[in-house]
T-cell receptor, first 112, second 114 residues
Framework: ELKVEQNPLFLSMQEGKNYTIYCNYS?????LYWYRQDPGKSLESLFV?????AVKQEGRLMASLDTKARLSTLHITAAVHDLSATYFC????????????FGKGTKLTVNP | KAGVTQTPRYLIKTRGQQVTLSCSPI?????VSWYQQTPGQGLQFLFE???????NKGNFPGRFSGRQFSNSRSEMNVSTLELGDSALYLC?????????????FGPGTRLLVL
């Protein structure tokens, strides 16, 4: 059974600071997603990481994937209040019984 | 291009009732997946439909069922509602199934069971 673990689950940080969210998964997969969810809203796709060593960046967010370590990171640079949201990683196993398996999510609060 | 739409957006039901939720995928998308989101269990996969056939099913009881129509629109049904079925139900669409297509999520239907 595929397990996806995120940490931390809660993150409170000050504007301007840097931090990293970690996503570990238990079974071989070559495709990992990061989503953002604002309170009461749906999921917004941030990044799709397709292969080992993949790195994607958008604004203050950068995601990377290490398939050998079964680890993805979401790095936040110089956080701003608008980044406050819950961030989910999700893993897709081709041919698996589940379409996507999600982590529990990391609730990020950026304080002024 | 219009996004994924779900109706209704909010629903209140009582225990024992049944409910039907609807999802219209992005135009041209043929795969529709359903997820349940609760504070305790997080996001959990319910099932996936492609070309009117259920391709995958998550670990949910038989009270949860779904179907897909020839225009790719999908419905999910929950019978004999329980308090624990209160959740946000999200629908996601992608171009194909079986491949690794990015899924695009709808706004969700928030179901409250009293």
């Amino acid at each position: 059974e595929l397990k996806v673990e995120q940490n931390p689950l809660f993150l409170s940080m000050q504007e301007g600071k840097n931090y990293t969210i970690y996503c570990n998964y238990s079974t071989t997969s070559d495709r990992l997603y990061w989503y953002r969810q604002d309170p009461g809203k749906s999921l917004e796709s941030l990044f799709v990481l397709l292969s080992n060593g993949a790195v994607k960046q958008e604004g203050r967010l950068m995601a990377s994937l290490d398939t050998k370590a079964r680890l993805s990171t979401l790095h936040i640079t110089a956080a701003v209040h608008d980044l406050s949201a819950t961030y989910f990683c999700a893993v897709d196993i081709k041919g698996g019984s589940e379409k996507l398996v999600f982590g529990k999510g990391t609730k990020l609060t950026v304080n002024p | 291009k219009a996004g994924v739409t779900q109706t209704p957006r909010y629903l209140i039901k009582t225990r024992g009732q049944q409910v039907t939720l609807s999802c219209s995928p992005i135009s041209g998308h043929r795969s529709v997946s359903w997820y349940q989101q609760t504070p305790g269990q997080g996001l959990q996969f319910l099932f996936e439909y492609f070309s009117e056939t259920q391709r995958n099913k998550g670990n949910f009881p038989g009270r949860f069922s779904g179907r897909q129509f020839s225009n790719s629109r999908s419905e999910m049904n929950v019978s004999t509602l329980e308090l624990g079925d209160s959740a946000l139900y999200l629908c996601a669409s992608s171009l194909e199934a079986g491949g690794w297509e990015t899924q695009y999520f709808g706004p969700g239907t928030r179901l409250l069971v009293l």
